[in-house]
């Protein structure tokens, strides 16, 4: 089976992590999550990927050792199609699956979810369906697309971003679609068109064609500062799998390392995991939180229900809750950042400097390539 995947998004909301790393790339648990999706998917048979991709793709070129023409990840096959110009999610679609004859999936690149595809596939079929939509339950859907349905999982409509209290379901677009060759035919060649707004609203006027899958299970958009923290808390307390990442094991309950790490008379506090050659110096506390490889936290230091991406150093005195610092940033002595901060990579946050709520760098992103 073959599957798109929508990559070329420049993670807005996740800047400045994204003005160096496509999101897709960014880790989650020491894993970047296109790696956990593609693990994913092919847990689910499909052996070839294509990427549609617009932001960043030499990123990806270089991730996955690329020649620029098909490269592999295990067992899947992955092959990319670059957007000139934005063409919207349908219009990517329609781009990326060029030559594709035969039923696929799409997916989202922010969706962290352990989705049942076969089942969802088997449902597809049953139905005789074009196209079908999965569909999570979420307790306020005011902030997303509401998919209300008949009693088989006939879509019956469409809501955008209904207000609070407002909303004929509960039940929202979750972003994985199984879709027929034919549906292609639906979308104009090379432009701009919305699959949510545009496509699958068109749908509605023939019966029969368009269903809505009601998938139990875990699911999260990995698209704010705070659910990508979420993400990396539900990875580490197993509700995806036993294992949080790759190579992983388990020091103590709930403490997990990957490689060897160096922990001086530190207090470690479940759920944690430390990568391979990092270090955490005496009188420091980490609790709840992810160490990328060679992350560096100092003496006295608190971490705590946050991410440090691969070499990131935190110094002596610092305190770091509910934030992300990225790549190789440096937080210098008794820096203090909290309440969904994040440290571009590279960055240098100076000895004292007080962040909540805020973003170092603060630049303009690169323009579209």
Not at 123 to 137: C, M, V
Not at 291 to 307: F, I, M, T
Not at 349 to 356: K, S
Request: with cysteine.
């Amino acid at each position: 089976m073959k599957a798109v995947v929508l990559v070329g998004g420049e993670g807005t909301r996740l800047r400045p992590l994204t003005l160096t790393t496509p999101k897709p790339l960014l880790p989650i648990a020491n894993q970047p999550y296109l790696e956990r999706q593609l693990d994913w998917l092919a847990a689910h048979g499909v052996d070839e990927v294509v990427l549609s991709m617009g932001y960043m793709p030499d990123a990806f070129h270089a991730h996955f050792g690329s020649d620029r023409g098909a490269d592999r990840f295990g067992d899947v096959l992955i092959r990319y199609a670059v957007e000139d110009e934005p063409l919207g999610t349908a219009g990517a679609i329609r781009y990326a699956a060029d030559g594709i004859d035969e039923r696929f999936v799409v997916c989202n690149s922010d969706i962290l979810t352990d989705l049942d595809l076969a089942a969802m596939v088997k449902f597809h079929d049953e139905r005789g369906a074009e196209a079908t939509i999965s569909l999570t339950q979420v307790a306020d859907p005011s902030a997303f697309g509401v998919v209300p349905t008949r009693p088989d999982g006939e879509v019956v409509a469409f809501v955008e971003k209904p207000a609070p209290g407002n909303a004929p379901t509960d039940w929202i677009n979750a972003g994985t679609y199984v879709l027929e060759p034919a549906f292609l035919d639906r979308v104009p060649p090379r432009l701009n068109v919305s699959i949510e707004r545009e496509t699958f609203p068109r749908m509605l006027a023939e019966p029969r064609t368009l269903f809505g899958f009601a998938a139990s299970g875990y699911w999260i958009d990995i698209g704010t500062p705070q659910t990508y923290l979420q993400a990396h808390a539900d990875v580490l307390q197993g509700r995806l799998s036993t294992r949080p990442a790759p190579g992983a094991r388990e020091l103590a309950e709930g403490v997990w390392v990957q490689g060897d790490v160096d922990i001086d008379d530190a207090r470690v506090e479940a759920p944690v995991l430390l990568g391979a050659g990092s270090s955490v110096a005496r009188d420091a506390v980490v609790r709840e939180a992810v160490l990328g490889p060679h992350a560096v936290v100092g003496a006295g230091a608190l971490v705590e229900r946050a991410v440090l991406h691969a070499g990131a150093r935190v110094e002596s005195g610092a305190t770091i809750v509910d934030s992300i610092v990225g790549a190789g940033a440096v937080c210098e002595r008794d820096v203090s950042l909290r309440e969904r901060s994040i440290v571009g990579a590279g960055v240098t946050v100076p000895t004292g400097t007080d962040l909540a709520e805020g973003r170092l760098p603060a630049d303009e992103p690169p323009s579209r390539v």
